[in-house]
């Protein structure tokens, strides 16, 4: 049984700090062109950043965007710690991988 040290778990979250989305351009773009959903295309929320942009450019679910655009100010840090485990959680299984190989 291969475990992870605590060297490997140090680089791992070195890796995740490189790899991770940052929240500030996250933000930026939440301030700037969150109606349109750019911080949700950002963080990878492609099907919701798509929906966001749909309801913002036919203008009837224009309202409803405006509602989701103030909640996700509260949401978006949410989000990117969920991106920062995803990144984090695929690294310690290439690093699992690579020391079974060896």
Not at 25 to 30: E, I, K, M, S, T
Not at 69 to 86: M, Y
Request: without cysteine; glycine residues 6%.
């Amino acid at each position: 049984m291969v475990e992870i040290t605590q060297q490997d778990m140090i680089a791992i979250e070195l890796r995740t700090d490189e790899e991770a989305k940052n929240p500030f351009p996250a933000y930026v773009l939440w301030f700037f062109l969150g109606w349109f959903g750019a911080h949700r295309f950002y963080v990878g929320e492609t099907r919701t950043g798509l929906a966001m942009l749909i309801l913002t450019l036919s203008m009837v679910g224009f309202p409803i965007t405006f509602f989701w655009w103030l909640t996700d100010a509260i949401r978006l840090g949410g989000l990117l710690q969920e991106n920062r485990d995803l990144v984090r959680d695929r690294i310690a299984r290439e690093t699992l991988e690579l020391k079974e190989l060896y």
